[in-house]
């Protein structure tokens, strides 16, 4: 059974960090790329960053420069390292990979809040 496990989110302020980590259990880790989504108050779900197996990565423009994705595939854990965070980061954030079994399957963990506040 897949699961997918966020931590780390919190209350920062404007111009803080946070590391955001996803913990996967129940597939291959090592085998698929990962993802990470937001959604903010209001608004739909959007694709933030994206990391291979071959740990190409890709970023939303709205976070390029800011935010960096990684995993380590010896602990099956994703990360999201947001740094320089403004208001307009607070959201949801989920983590996300994609499983063909006989079709294409999403697989969402449970998210995790970031409040970005003076």
């Known amino acids: 059974q897949v699961q997918l496990v966020e931590s780390g989110g919190g209350l920062v302020q404007p111009g803080g960090s946070l590391r955001l980590s996803c913990a996967a259990s129940?597939?291959?880790?090592?085998?698929?790329?990962m993802n990470w989504y937001r959604q903010r108050p209001g608004q739909e779900r959007e694709l933030v960053a994206a990391i291979t197996t071959g740990r190409n990565t890709n970023y939303a423009d709205s976070v390029k420069g800011r935010f960096t994705i990684s995993r380590d595939n010896a602990k099956n854990t994703a990360y999201l390292q947001m740094n320089m965070l403004k208001p307009e980061d607070t959201a949801v954030y989920y983590c996300?990979?994609?499983?063909?079994?006989?079709?294409?399957?999403?697989?969402w963990g449970q998210g995790t809040q970031v409040t970005v506040s003076s």
């Open positions: 996300n990979t994609k499983i063909v079994y006989i079709e294409l399957t999403n697989y």
């Open positions: 129940g597939f291959t880790f090592s085998r698929y790329a």
